[in-house]
C-alpha cells in the first residue's frame, strides 16, 4: 500500500523513500513478500519525515564510559576526534555512552567505526536522561563501506546520555 505523502520505488527490500516535496510529519506504509510458499504477513513502516537541517549541529561530549575496554583503547579514545585512536571492548553486547553534560535535544548520531570500510556492524543506539533508564531509537548496521563518520538518524528526543551497544559484526 502506497504511503499517503511520499512515494516508494525500488524491489523488496531494496526499498526507498522519497516524501512529497515539502511534507514533514509522520508516514507510513505496508508491504509484504511473495516467496514460493505463499505471502508473508504484512509489514508497516513508519517513518517521521524531519527537516534535515534541523539535525546539522554537532554537540559536545562531557565524557564516556563504556562496559568495559582493552587497556590501550579506553572510552575516552572513541571521543577524542582522532581516526588513529578508538575505544575497544572484544566481548559481544558490549557497549560505549557519551555524556552530553545537561539533557540537549538530538536527532542524530555520528559514528566512525574501525575498519568500517572493511566490516560492517550490527549495533543499537538507546538514549537516557538519567543514565539508568535508556530507551531503543535505533537498530541497525553500518554501511560496512567508509572509515568516515557515518550518520544515523533518530527520532529527536530530549537525552543526556547516548549509548551504542554493539552486537557483533
Not at 513478500?33 to 554537532?58: K, L, R, Y
Not at 545537561?102 to 549495533?123: E, L, P
Request: with cysteine; proline share 6%.
Amino acid at each position: 500500500i502506497p504511503s499517503e505523502n511520499g512515494t516508494i520505488s525500488g524491489t523488496a527490500p531494496n526499498l526507498m523513500y522519497n516524501p512529497d516535496t515539502g511534507y514533514l510529519g509522520p508516514d507510513s506504509f505496508t508491504f509484504n513478500s511473495i516467496h514460493g510458499t505463499g505471502d508473508s504477513n504484512v509489514a508497516t513502516v513508519s517513518i517521521t519525515v524531519q527537516e534535515p537541517a534541523s539535525c546539522t549541529t554537532n554537540l559536545p561530549i562531557s565524557g564516556a564510559t563504556a562496559s568495559g575496554s582493552e587497556s590501550a583503547r579506553p572510552p575516552s579514545n572513541a571521543i577524542d576526534n582522532n581516526f588513529g585512536t578508538r575505544w575497544a571492548n572484544p566481548a559481544l553486547g558490549s557497549w560505549i555512552r557519551a555524556e552530553l553534560g545537561s539533557i540537549q535535544n538530538i536527532c542524530s548520531v555520528d559514528i566512525a567505526w574501525y575498519k568500517g570500510n572493511a566490516r560492517q556492524y550490527h549495533f543499537v543506539i538507546s538514549t537516557s536522561t538519567d543514565g539508568v533508564a535508556f530507551t531503543n531509537v535505533f537498530s541497525g548496521d553500518s554501511s560496512g563501506t567508509t572509515e568516515s563518520s557515518e550518520k544515523y538518524i533518530i527520532p529527536a528526543t530530549d537525552a543526556r546520555y547516548v549509548r551504542v551497544t554493539i552486537n557483533g559484526n
